[in-house]
T-cell receptor
């Protein structure tokens, strides 16, 4: 089955700086890669996603890149703000998201004021 | 839209008791997923349904776990009998489309503690 590795497990950055979280996946058939943000006591919330026919996608301060050859994808957050502090999860799916997601172990992002 | 609604939000029970977790998906969504989150194993898919039919239950840990979706607006996850190692946060998610274009929306979760 699919295996998703996520690094780092904890990331501390100064407010205003950029943060990068990286994930690798094992199954070359995976074609959908969402990123979720989870705040304490809440369920994961989708922040951005990318499909295998696209190499990069951007939404305001958030961007995701995908390298299908190397089987890795990354989340980039620019101009970080205190409200960006949370746990971020990457995930992968073979069926475009319709077949269930395989998640990475998460990155605890801490924004230092 | 109220989003995915899960109940109860917290459940504390004793080992050996039956536990039933409930989920109401977003209206119009035809795919429903149950996940479990623990510190050790992270977020794991347990089972998912398309159009109320179970498609893949390979993530269900043991026969003590069962899930049903009697109609498009309700699903249950049952653990009988419960064990301390079942303690976790259980999430339900729903998606508007099967077949490749589904985005999964998560509920707030049920925190289960088995003593």
């Amino acid at each position: 089955g699919e295996n998703v590795e996520q690094h780092p497990s904890t990331l501390s950055v100064q407010e205003g700086d950029s943060a990068v979280i990286k994930c690798t996946y094992s199954d070359s058939a995976s074609n959908y890669f969402p990123w979720y943000k989870q705040e304490l006591g809440k369920g994961p919330q989708l922040i951005i996603d990318i499909r295998s026919n696209v190499g990069e996608k951007k939404d305001q301060r958030i961007a995701v890149t995908l390298n299908k050859t190397a089987k890795h994808f990354s989340l980039h957050i620019t101009e970080t703000q205190p409200e960006d502090s949370a746990v971020y999860f990457c995930a992968a799916s073979i069926g475009g998201g319709a077949d269930g997601l395989t998640f990475g172990k998460g990155t605890h992002l801490i924004i230092q004021p | 839209d109220a989003g995915v609604i899960q109940s109860p939000r917290h459940e504390v029970t004793e080992m050996g008791q039956e536990v039933t977790l409930r989920c109401k998906p977003i209206s119009g969504h035809n795919s429903l997923f149950w996940y479990r989150q623990t510190m050790m194993r992270g977020l794991e898919l347990l089972i998912y349904f398309n159009n109320n039919v179970p498609i893949d239950d390979s993530g269900m840990p043991e026969d003590r776990f069962s899930a049903k979706m009697p109609n498009a607006s309700f699903s249950t996850l049952k653990i009988q009998p419960s064990e301390p190692r079942d303690s976790a946060v259980y999430f339900c998610a729903s998606s508007p489309l099967a077949g490749g274009l589904g985005i999964q929306y998560f509920g707030a979760g049920t925190r289960l503690s088995v003593l």
